[in-house]
């Protein structure tokens, strides 16, 4: 899988069509060890190999926030983001706070599940129990953190007084609770996560997620209604005794509302029509529907080029 991974982020020199001449193009990502990286390798192998004169490259990022940062640079991005991210970028709020990004969404993505790990051993069973623990929050460009932080906060934690912080990506953060650094994670992904399988097939290591759905509606009402009670199956990680009651996000492909509508269009009609391919690199892609493509699933504005795309095939979005 690494092999491949590899391969398909190596198409580089990404262009396309847009009227006064040829651009570059990056996928904005994640880390290695997440969902968002090998996803986006497999989009940029397909837009290579089916968009007449374009190739694409998948890069490597601090997540959801860096990625919004660099399509709001004004560069030829699109990037993978969670909806609220996404939603701050577009309001200039929290990470984002008077530097608004003039952000289109192109697709709904797949959900992304809130992780709240820990292992048998280290005393932590519920959230409240995570006070004056060693936590990291997610990498310091990611929606991870944004979102862990609204999870801390609605279980009535501070999150700088309360906790032993670090900020760490889910790779880095495995390794930490494997040598026994820190004593739990946050990560919001897809399913399943290559980290936190690797952390749940650890011998003598018995992986246990935190239930926190109860807290959803807090961070509704205080954030809108970006976040769903959700369940992570006890079979998806080896050792886990029941399923996980999380919260969840949805995640979404997002670019400059300058990229003109011919680039948009085809990017997603290639999305769909090669989507087969994408399972094929990770199953999250069984998650690329029409009918999630509602204006409920995002609260970004959809991209003209993506309306546009929908519309044939008789989907209606915002």
Known sequence: ????????????????????????ISIATGGTGGVYYPLGGGMAAALSKFVPGMQ?????TGGSVDNLKLVGS???????????????????????????????????LYPNRMHVVTVEGRGINTIAELKGKRVSTG????????????????????KDRDLKRERLGVAESVNAVKDGKIDAFFWVGGLPTASVTDLANTPNTKVKLVD?????????????NLYLEDVIPKA????????NKQATVMNILVTHQSMDEITAYNIVKTIFDKRADL??????????????????????PYHPGAVKYFAEKGVKVN
Request: aromatic fraction near 8%; hydrophobic fraction near 45%; glycine fraction near 8%.
């Open 1 to 24: 899988m690494r092999r491949v991974i590899a391969t398909l982020a190596c198409s580089v020199t990404a262009l396309f069509a847009a009227g006064s001449g040829a651009q570059n």
């Open 56 to 60: 694409a490259t998948a890069e490597v």
């Open 74 to 108: 004004g560069k030829s991005y699109i990037g993978f983001s969670m909806a609220d991210a996404s939603l701050d970028a577009l309001k200039g709020e929290d990470k984002f706070k008077g530097n608004p990004v003039p952000l289109r969404t192109l697709m709904v």
């Open 139 to 158: 990498s310091p460009g990611s929606a991870t953190e944004v979102m862990a932080f609204r999870l801390i906060e609605a279980a009535g934690l501070d």
């Open 212 to 224: 926190h759905s109860n807290l959803v509606a807090a961070m509704n009402k205080k954030y809108g």
């Open 236 to 243: 998806m990680y080896r050792g886990m005794d029941s399923d």
């Open 279 to 300: 399972i094929a690199v990770h199953k999250e892609a069984e998650n690329f529907k029409f009918e999630t493509q509602k204006s409920t699933a995002s609260p970004i």
